[in-house]
C-alpha cells in the first residue's frame, strides 16, 4: 500500500475556491448576455422600471413614441383566470413582444393609456396602453381610436398600417382587460 501526502496551506486552498467563484460568475454573465440576442424586436431593451410618470413616458420614447405628457386615462384592470378567445389573440401579440399576459391570471394591473403625437402616416387619434404590474411593465399595445382601428406592439411602424400582423380588436380587448 502506497500513501501519498501533499501538504496545501490554507491560503492556497482560499485562492482555488476564489478562482473557481469567479469562474462561475463569468460563465454566469456571459450566458445572460447571450441569451438577451434572441429578445423580440418590439421589446424595449433599456427601461423596463416604470415607477414614475416620467419612466413610463421615456419608456414609450425608446420606441420613437412622442405622447402627451400625461396619461389619458389610468384605471385597475384584472387578467381574466379563464380567458376568452378574443383575450387570448391579445396575448399573442403580448408574446410577439417578450410579455405574457397569461402568468399574470387573476392578478391586478395599471392600465396607463398615453395619446400618441407622431404616429406615421396618419392624422388619425393614436394611444399607447401600458400594461403595469410592481412598477414594471408586463404588457401593452398602440392603437388607433376609431371603432374598427388597428392595434399593434410598441414598435413603430413605417407607415400608417392596412392590415396582417395589426389587431383589430381594441375595444373588445378592453372589456376582456376588466
Request: aromatic share 8%; net charge negative.
Amino acid at each position: 500500500m502506497v500513501i501519498m501526502t501533499a501538504k496545501v496551506s490554507k491560503r492556497k486552498i482560499l485562492l482555488i475556491g476564489l478562482l473557481i467563484i469567479l469562474a462561475v460568475v463569468l460563465l454566469i454573465t456571459c450566458l445572460k448576455k447571450s441569451s438577451g440576442s434572441d429578445t423580440p424586436p418590439d421589446t424595449a431593451e433599456e427601461i423596463t422600471e416604470v415607477a414614475t410618470n416620467e419612466a413610463r413616458v421615456a419608456f414609450l420614447e425608446q420606441f420613437g413614441w412622442e405622447v402627451q405628457v400625461e396619461p389619458v386615462q389610468t384605471q385597475q384592470v384584472r387578467v381574466p383566470e379563464d380567458p376568452s378567445e378574443v383575450f387570448l389573440r391579445y396575448n399573442d401579440l403580448q408574446q410577439s413582444q417578450g410579455y405574457d399576459l397569461l402568468s399574470y391570471s387573476g392578478k391586478t394591473l395599471t392600465r396607463y393609456v398615453y395619446q400618441i403625437t407622431n404616429y406615421p402616416g396618419s392624422d388619425g387619434v393614436y394611444f399607447a396602453t401600458l400594461l403595469i404590474y410592481n412598477d414594471s411593465v408586463v404588457g401593452g399595445d398602440v392603437a388607433s381610436s376609431r371603432q374598427n382601428g388597428v392595434m399593434h406592439g410598441f414598435s413603430m411602424p413605417a407607415a400608417q398600417p392596412s392590415s396582417g400582423a395589426f389587431f383589430s380588436e381594441s375595444e373588445e380587448i378592453s372589456e376582456n382587460l376588466s
